[in-house]
């Protein structure tokens, strides 16, 4: 069983930060990509960013200068640092991550969701 928890959403105001965390933890081989979606109410689920194992990072245009995306694969987590944030960000946020198990079998894993709310 692999499992990926999710942190650090909350309520900031517009030009504010945050900092999304994720842990990835179970029976863990190899983690290839990493990355974040998000999704605001009535509205599909998107992209946001994205890391390879080799630290490739693709970002949605509309957050690029503005997120970053890094990973650490020694302890299995990623992170999204979110500046100058603006309220059309206000989503849940979901970790995702290309996982292979001891099985060898790669999986797409989710995580639960955190919610970034931005308001004055």
């Known amino acids: 069983q692999v499992q990926l928890v999710e942190s650090g959403g909350g309520l900031v105001q517009p030009g504010g930060s945050l900092r999304l965390s994720c842990a990835a933890s179970?029976?863990?081989?190899?983690?290839?990509?990493m990355g974040w979606y998000r999704q605001a109410p009535g509205k599909q689920r998107e992209l946001v960013a994205i890391?390879?194992?080799?630290?490739?990072?693709r970002y949605a245009d509309s957050v690029k200068g503005r997120f970053t995306i890094s990973r650490d694969n020694a302890k299995n987590t990623v992170h999204l640092q979110m500046n100058n944030l603006k309220p059309e960000d206000t989503a849940v946020y979901y970790c995702?991550?290309?996982?292979?198990?001891?099985?060898?079998?790669?999986?797409?894993?989710w995580g639960q969701g955190t919610q970034v709310t931005v308001s004055s």
């Open positions: 890391i390879t194992r080799d630290d490739y990072t």
């Open positions: 995702n991550a290309d996982i292979q198990g001891h099985d060898y079998v790669r999986r797409d894993y």
């Open positions: 179970g029976s863990i081989f190899s983690i290839y990509a």
